[in-house]
């Protein structure tokens, strides 16, 4: 357990725009810094980070809160795990205080998931490095495909070795639970209840997230006899491969740098145009694009060239996947390579500014490229030539952006001989199918129960008892907008009778009591607990109420006062151009 004194030195040196920028590609507006939220699909940028305040929030989906909430939510880690994160990120040293048996037992299953693949990826390295049979097969298979020593260490590739449980021995042998091992995916327990690991024989790419921890591996194969060349880790609470994007974590910083990313099919393809100096370069792991995928190549950059090889099967998997990249709103080059050549063997033959003047001179944009590939494929056929404006006109709908769809309608009108008008209404007429889809999935089907006034009075899970209704919940967040803002501050002084001396009465002290008179509590639990807290609190040396909840170890605590704080702060000034908090401190016991 991390002692009091070492969580407050984290809380101080963690700052928010240093801990959200390595995720998040931020720009500054004004006195703070927007970027798109990594929280939901966002399109536009709505996650706001404040400097000053040292807190993030998103006025789209309400996510946000300090540093550490930040890391616990994006890296799904608990409080304590997000302060040894911070502590590594500012050489912060770690001072432990002795655990109960019960808060020892308190390790969720994906911070020890987590543990056991770090474990592995280093028993992996170690095998290739440090055995005999690492070195004659793993590190020969490197060597052979041209991969120096630095590349093989900095993206932690190793080997796994030839035998049934060599892995799961050395792991149990470490004290490793054998339920995080197969959970993991590292082992596979048949039904005869035998158990053997999965990647015997492989050389081993360990998959990292944004953070760099391993989250899964891809396993190759080096014999001939083996059915499946690769082998990935299973689906698992950590590991899930629509969500992930090989060589992210290494890539992360060049794609913002460039203000590009290069999307490529496999690992092999990402580690040699590392090599070859080019670094802002991931791969899909030779599955579609997901959305997930897309999202997360987003947060970085809006422009993307996909490299595939230049025979026909590359053509055509340059078209699949591209449509939910364009409906993304990025922007999209292609780039075909010479014939008989793939992203690997092409940057083995290239530096990086050799590669960046042959991407320069053959990437097309993906429109342009779409059209000129389906026209050589309709030639004179009436039938085919039907089904490719359609298809282009598909494509086009997709275009979030109006003056980017417009160009792309006149461009393809000249091309296809198509009156431009008539492609217009044709892409507008499949824009309102594409919104109706959307809205059956946003909007309950009829079968769901309105939401009504009913609805409201029903209790939710975190409430009491107490009858709620919308009016209610907007009085309950004013009355604990000022107890978040200004609980320590004094609202008046009184008399005390027995000592004929005055004392203070403090905002938070005063809204306590006020209703515990007419015996009234906060139908919402964390609402009423930050009152509770307030109050016990509120005449203590430096308590500080926005900066206390804000802070707060409970994440739904500290999001309900970043919201509350951010009202002010961070929206519009043109909305709150007449409430100044200047004003509201100078008469806070008539607002309160």
């Not at 997000?82 to 500012?90: D, P, Q, T, V």
């Amino acid at each position: 357990m991390i002692d009091d004194a070492t969580i407050e030195r984290i809380k101080s040196a963690a700052q928010i725009y240093d801990v959200v920028s390595d995720f998040v590609n931020l720009r500054k507006r004004g006195v703070n810094y927007v970027g798109l939220c990594p929280f939901h699909e966002d399109t536009s940028p709505s996650f706001y980070v404040s400097p000053a305040k040292n807190i993030c929030k998103c006025f789209a989906c309400q996510e946000g809160g300090t540093a550490i909430h930040f890391i616990m939510k994006h890296e799904n880690l608990s409080y304590t795990d997000a302060l040894r994160y911070l502590a590594k990120k500012y050489s912060i040293e770690i001072k432990e205080v002795v655990m109960s048996d019960e808060q020892k037992q308190i390790r969720t299953d994906k911070e020890s998931m987590f543990i056991l693949n770090g474990f592995a990826q280093k028993t992996f390295a170690n095998n290739l490095f440090d055995t005999e049979e690492g070195q004659a097969i793993g590190l020969s298979y490197f060597r052979e495909r041209g991969f120096r020593e630095d590349i093989i260490k900095k993206f932690g590739l190793g080997y796994s070795i030839d035998t049934w449980d060599a892995f799961l021995k050395e792991a149990e042998k470490s004290g490793f639970n054998r339920s995080y091992l197969e959970k993991t995916g590292l082992v596979v327990l048949r039904d005869d209840k035998s158990i053997f690991d999965r990647f015997r024989g492989r050389v081993m790419f360990p998959i990292y997230t944004l953070s760099g921890k391993v989250v899964g591996f891809g396993g190759r194969t080096l014999r001939k006899e083996d059915k499946a060349k690769y082998v990935n880790s299973p689906e698992s609470e950590i590991y899930h491969k629509s969500d992930e994007l090989y060589g992210i974590y290494h890539a992360r910083q060049a794609i913002v740098k460039q203000d590009k990313c290069f999307l490529v099919e496999g690992y092999t393809d990402v580690i040699s145009m590392h090599q070859a100096g080019i670094e802002n370069v991931v791969a899909s792991s030779g599955t579609a694009l997901t959305l997930g995928q897309i999202r997360l190549i987003h947060r970085f950059t809006k422009n993307v060239t996909v490299l595939y090889d230049g025979d026909a099967a590359g053509i055509k998997a340059a078209i699949r996947g591209i449509d939910l990249l364009l409906e993304y709103g990025l922007n999209i080059k292609i780039v075909l390579l010479p014939d008989g050549e793939d992203p690997d063997s092409f940057a083995k033959k290239q530096n990086a500014e050799s590669f960046s003047t042959y991407i320069i001179e053959n990437e097309t944009d993906f429109i342009r490229f779409k059209v000129g590939l389906l026209i050589k494929e309709a030639q004179n056929d009436p039938a085919k030539k039907v089904k490719m404006i359609e298809n282009i006109v598909d494509t086009i709908a997709l275009i979030p952006e109006e003056i980017a769809r417009l160009v792309y309608i006149k461009e393809c009108s000249s091309v296809v001989g198509m009156p431009e008008a008539s492609l217009a209404r044709n892409v507008a007429r499949k824009r309102q199918e594409i919104w109706k889809d959307k809205k059956k999935s946003l909007y309950p089907d009829p079968e769901t129960p309105e939401v009504t006034e009913d609805y409201y009075s029903q209790p939710k899970q975190g409430q009491s008892d107490v009858i709620v209704n919308k009016d209610l919940i907007q009085y309950e967040e004013s009355i604990l907008y000022y107890l978040v803002r200004y609980g320590e501050l004094t609202l008046y002084k009184e008399a005390n009778v027995d000592t004929n001396e005055e004392k203070e009465v403090k905002v938070a002290e005063y809204i306590f009591n006020e209703l515990k008179i007419d015996e009234l509590q906060f139908s919402n639990s964390s609402y009423q607990q930050i009152l509770e807290e307030g109050y016990s609190k509120c005449n203590t040396t430096d308590f500080k109420a926005e900066y206390y909840f804000i802070n707060h170890s409970d994440p739904e605590i500290s999001r309900i006062a970043v919201n509350l704080s951010t009202q002010i702060y961070i929206e519009s000034k043109v909305h709150f151009k007449n409430r100044k908090q200047e004003d509201e401190s100078e008469k806070l016991k008539e607002l309160i």
